[in-house]
Nanobody, 123 residues
Framework: QVQLVESGGGSVQTGGSLRLSCAASGYTPSNSYMGWFRQAPGKEREGVAAIYIVAGFKYYGDSVKGRFTISQDNANNTVYLQMNSLKPEDTAMYYC????????????????WGQGTQVTVSS
């Protein structure tokens, strides 16, 4: 089965940076999407960023455009999320997902999910 292993979460001050990693096993992401989602307490899970593995097409949620960058390492089947200029409203549990069939920033497009990693940004 597919397993997504996440790392890189933590606590930073406003304006700081974090880099999240998601390594996929039991899955060859050669012709599909991998994405990052986040969910804060009391809010719905929202799409942050996604990448089409074959061509490198990238998609970003409106709230993170210009601050976050998604990238891939094909040799390691790993996707990264570089987060810069972090704000307190970025505080959430961040999830990695794989295998989108529909719009890559829709939660319902994915069947495989990671365990989540917490990101906390202090004001």
């Amino acid at each position: 089965q597919v397993q997504l292993v996440e790392s890189g979460g933590g606590s930073v001050q406003t304006g700081g940076s974090l880099r999240l990693s998601c390594a996929a096993s039991g899955y060859t992401p050669s012709n599909s999407y991998m994405g990052w989602f986040r969910q804060a307490p009391g809010k719905e899970r929202e799409g942050v960023a996604a990448i089409y593995i074959v061509a490198g097409f990238k998609y970003y949620g409106d709230s993170v455009k210009g601050r976050f960058t998604i990238s891939q390492d094909n040799a390691n089947n790993t996707v990264y999320l570089q987060m810069n200029s972090l704000k307190p409203e970025d505080t959430a549990m961040y999830y990695c997902a794989a295998g989108a069939l529909g719009w890559p920033l829709n939660v319902r497009s994915y069947d495989h999910w990671g365990q989540g990693t917490q990101v906390t940004v202090s004001s």
